[in-house]
């Protein structure tokens, strides 16, 4: 077992855990019978024993074929169709994992989660004339960041391979029956992959939506899956002292009660950025709903500490830290011995970076504890393609049950649909164009 939990400095008194238990181990119940709602989205809760072997296989090939014709691999997505690829693949190779090119990987860049020219026109600098494939991630093919990336690098590959060649650099991830991407992988002779029907985008990181990407890049998914395998069996466990996905789902449940409004996932590792970027997505939109849930929101120290780290120390006492915490690094780095001394760092000569990072660490745990911020903390061995399988299963299943605890859905996101609806009027996307003037009118009002 590679993560542990220490939930000891969130100045909870044993009796709250006792008498949050019957209300945890219902969501639990809930979760394991799939009674509760949203139970037709709960594909990812038995994936590591149901994931489709003959697909997984085809992945493979596809990622060592992407290697053999490709320097890159474009893959276009948002929110849950790239988050979770982009995290695994930083969180083995690090930030510069494109520049490093480790286990035989491609450099992977992720496009359509903006509307950005700028950034696309970047991607296709970086790539210059190098050979380069592209992964589209879409369940309908009609959201409209990824459709107009999509509509851009579909044109640079026609126009550099033709249009037979560049079907052969075309991997669609979409639903496995209709839909507009369906259709026009169908027609045009892509391969395909499967968005699984239940689940749902946060959750789908382990289905082929993050494992054609993540193995492209160099990751190795045996191990990925098999970390989520083992973390699948160990948080069977209904008791809630010996199952650290409850513990931690009910120790945010608590926190909440207590009138903490945000919950900041800190790392101090850059490899977790994006990690904290995934984090982001599941927790907002599995439990931000009726007006209630924790904000969340993520930090990278050491770095962090110097912008917002005045506030968590001294500001407004309503959030909450969970510290994730790597106990090995990849590399022992020791810092040198200077005889001049010039800037007085010569008590550090012969520790390591790590431990330095260590003893920042636990400085700043006791710092932030002694002025009022709670502090959880998840620690992990080591950054590995195991450890992240285990690490997003270990995620989804506290937030599952800490979303039934609060009484939401964790499974939908009605909210999102709000933006989207007033983007088509204003763009004015045919079936919109009613509430056009109406939204016109009132952006006048907004902003002038």
């Known amino acids: 077992m590679s993560i542990k939990l220490n939930y000891k400095n969130l100045g909870l008194r044993e009796h709250e855990l006792e008498f949050t238990r019957p209300l945890a181990e219902c969501a639990f119940k809930t979760l394991t019978d799939r009674s509760g709602a949203g139970h037709e989205m709960l594909g990812w809760h038995d994936l590591p024993h149901t994931y489709d072997k003959e697909e997984f296989a085809r992945i493979k090939a596809a990622a060592k074929r992407i290697q053999e014709q490709s320097q890159v691999l474009v893959a276009i997505g948002i929110g849950g169709s790239y988050l979770g690829a982009r995290a695994g693949l930083e969180f083995v190779h690090g930030p510069f994992g494109n520049q490093l090119r480790q ?123 098999q970390g989520c395998l083992d973390a699948c069996e160990r948080y069977k466990n209904p008791d809630l002292m010996s199952n650290d996905a409850m513990l931690y789902a009910i120790s945010r449940f608590l926190m909440l009660m207590k009138g903490k409004q945000v919950e900041i996932l800190a790392s101090y590792e850059p490899s977790l950025v994006q990690f904290g970027e995934w984090y982001k997505q599941l927790m907002a939109e599995s439990e931000g709903k009726d007006h209630k849930g924790l904000f969340p929101v993520s ?34 780095l020791i810092v040198p011995e200077d005889p001049a001394n010039v800037d007085g760092l010569n008590f550090a000569a012969g520790t390591s970076m790590h431990s330095m990072n260590e003893k920042a660490m636990k400085g700043t745990l006791l710092a932030h504890v002694d002025g009022g911020t709670p502090n959880l903390v998840v620690t992990i061995d080591k950054l590995s393609d195991y450890n992240f399988g285990e690490l997003v299963y270990f995620f989804w299943k506290s937030l599952a049950i800490s979303g039934y605890m609060i009484g939401v859905n964790p499974f939908d996101q009605p909210g999102v649909e709000a933006y989207k609806k007033n983007m088509f009027a204003l763009l004015g996307k045919p079936g919109y164009e009613d509430a056009k003037d109406a939204l016109e009118a009132r952006l006048k009002e907004l902003l002038g």
């Open 299 to 332: 930090a990278n120290f050491t770095t962090d500490l110097h912008s917002i780290g005045q506030f968590i120390q001294d500001g407004s006492r309503n959030l909450f830290e969970t510290v994730l915490w790597v106990e090995k690094s990849r590399q022992e």
């Open 103 to 225: 286990n035989g990987g491609v450099e992977v860049y992720f496009a359509g989660s903006n509307l950005s020219s700028d950034y696309v026109q970047n991607i296709f600098d970086i790539i210059g004339d190098r050979d380069f494939s592209v992964n589209v991630i879409s369940k309908s093919g009609t959201t409209t960041e990824p459709a107009v990336a999509f509509r851009l690098f579909k044109a640079k590959l026609e126009e550099k391979y033709g249009k037979d060649g560049a079907k052969d650099r075309i991997y669609a991830t979409t639903d496995k029956a209709r839909g507009a991407l369906r259709g026009l992988a169908v027609a045009e002779g892509y391969e395909t992959f499967v968005v699984p029907d239940d689940i749902g985008g946060r959750f789908s990181c382990l289905s082929a939506v993050g494992l054609l990407p993540m193995a492209a890049g160099g990751m190795d998914i045996d191990q990925v899956m």
